[in-house]
C-alpha cells in the first residue's frame, strides 16, 4: 500500500510486487497543470505471497467530479485466500486543508457498499455490514485534534480508528490514520522510498 505521486500514463514498477489497484483524480499526467503537489494511492500485492486481491470498483454515475477530485484519492482490494474473501484494503489520500463536507462526500461514496445502515441508500445495492475492512493512509488531519472529523465513519461504516504511539511526520503528528471494522490489525511503523 502506497501514496504515490505515479501519474496513470506512467506507472511505476516494483521489483516482487504486482499493482493491483491505483488511482490518481488529480495528476492525470506529467504534462498536466498541477492543483496540489501530490496525489495519488496505489495497493501492489507481493508475489510471494499466498493472498490474492482484486480490484474493487465502485462507481456513481452522477458523482459529483469535480468536488471529488478536490478532496483525494482511495483505492479499494478484495484481499482473498484460497479463493475466499478475507477482507477489504483501503488506501487513501486527503490533500491537505480539505474541508469536512468534501472529505465526508468522497469516503462516504467509495464506502457506500459497506454502509452500517441501508436505509440511505437504493435497496438494489448489496450491502455488507459484516465485511472485515482496514483503512489506512494519509489523512492530511491531525486526528487528536479533528476527531469529529472521523465520526461519521463510525457511526455510518463501523469503522473505527486504531490508534498508535507512531507519529508519522516530523512534527511528530500523526496525519497517517488507520480505521478498521471486524479486523484487528497490528500496526508497525515503516516507510519505503521507491
Avoid at 6 to 30: G, Q, R
Avoid at 75 to 98: E, K, W
Avoid at 113 to 124: A, G
Wanted: glycine share 4%; with cysteine.
Amino acid at each position: 500500500m502506497s501514496e504515490t505521486w505515479m501519474y496513470e500514463d506512467k506507472p511505476i514498477a516494483v521489483e516482487v510486487f504486482e499493482l493491483k489497484a491505483f488511482i490518481n483524480n488529480t495528476l492525470k499526467s506529467l504534462t498536466e497543470d498541477r492543483q496540489h503537489r501530490a496525489s495519488g494511492v496505489a495497493i501492489s500485492r507481493n508475489l510471494k505471497s499466498i493472498a490474492a486481491c482484486r480490484p474493487i470498483e465502485f462507481t456513481i454515475n452522477d458523482r459529483t467530479g469535480l468536488e471529488m477530485a478536490t478532496a483525494g484519492d482511495i483505492c479499494m482490494v478484495d484481499v482473498t485466500l484460497n479463493g475466499q474473501s478475507r477482507f477489504i484494503l483501503a488506501s487513501v489520500y486527503i490533500h491537505p486543508s480539505v474541508n469536512s463536507a468534501d472529505l465526508k462526500l468522497l469516503l462516504f461514496s467509495d464506502l457506500m457498499k459497506y454502509l452500517e445502515s441501508s436505509l440511505l441508500i437504493d435497496q438494489e445495492f448489496d450491502i455488507d455490514k459484516e465485511v472485515p475492512i482496514i483503512m489506512m493512509g494519509d489523512f492530511n488531519i491531525y486526528a487528536k485534534r479533528n476527531e469529529k472529523a472521523f465520526d461519521f465513519l463510525k457511526h455510518h461504516f463501523n469503522l473505527n480508528m486504531v490508534y498508535t504511539n507512531y507519529p508519522s511526520t516530523l512534527g511528530n503528528s500523526c496525519l497517517d490514520l488507520t480505521f478498521t471494522r471486524n479486523i484487528t490489525p497490528e500496526l508497525l511503523n515503516y516507510v519505503c522510498y521507491f
